[in-house]
């Protein structure tokens, strides 16, 4: 396992996979080449992008917002990649017919993928490849991240994003009516260590808009006494999974 120290909490929203997780997913598809073109849906800053234009994809970046794309470009241009960015949703992407040799939607697979899987049989070519991946925390046993959980369970009982170990079997019904084939998936684990702070900070995006001001704060103050009480050091580490669910278009 990798050990990743943040620099800050980063919100669970955002995607945030390893690097050594785009090395293995580039490996497991049998990519990339200067010709392979990728598209990226929910691209929000360009992460999932430029972790395959590394590798020498043609990456477009897909959002329904171009809200981040300036600090995606600037972020491409500091790792010396380039990625094209257009707005559209997995459901309605405005990309021409069979055009991309790989679909990608980390962290963004709508809830209900009928439209996005029928979209990305239009929009793949032939044998190309739609992947599917997300990222968690993992609660496991007496670890850091249960117990957390088990904090904010208290003080939002209806908080529901938790708990995620297991495989995504949801992806499977939608993906495979479009017509897919082939289906294949793996798991990528990685420790992140945090200071107390910055694990509370992430506990608190994650529990946003879940809670009020005041439960908030409630839940931080038994938070930091559970820490400093059950894992007593400067660092304290969170295991993570990096998830993938792929499928071939016929």
Known sequence: MTITLFADAV??????????????????????????????????????????????????????????????????????????????????????DASFDVILAAQSWPADGAAAAREA?????????????????????????????????????????GAVNKLYGQWWPAVHAAGFREFCTFFHDNDYAYTHAEFRRYVAARVAGAVSAAALTALDAELDQMLKKRFPGDYLVAPHRSFVFWSERP
């Open 11 to 96: 919100a669970p929203e955002r995607k945030n996979f390893p690097d050594s997780f785009w090395d293995r997913l580039v490996n497991a598809l049998g990519l990339m080449g200067s010709r392979t073109r990728v598209l990226d849906l929910g691209t929000l800053d360009g992460e999932a992008a430029r972790g395959l234009a590394r590798f020498g994809a043609v990456a477009v970046g897909l959002d329904a917002s171009e809200r981040l794309f300036a600090e995606a470009r600037r972020r491409d241009q500091a790792a010396g990649v380039k990625v094209d960015y257009a707005l559209g949703s997995p459901e309605r992407t405005g990309q021409p």
């Open 121 to 161: 049989a239009r929009v793949l070519k032939p044998k190309g490849l739609l992947a599917i991946a997300g990222f968690a925390w993992q609660p496991l046993p007496r670890n850091v991240v249960e117990v957390a959980e088990d904090v904010i369970l208290r003080h939002a009982p209806g908080w529901s994003k």
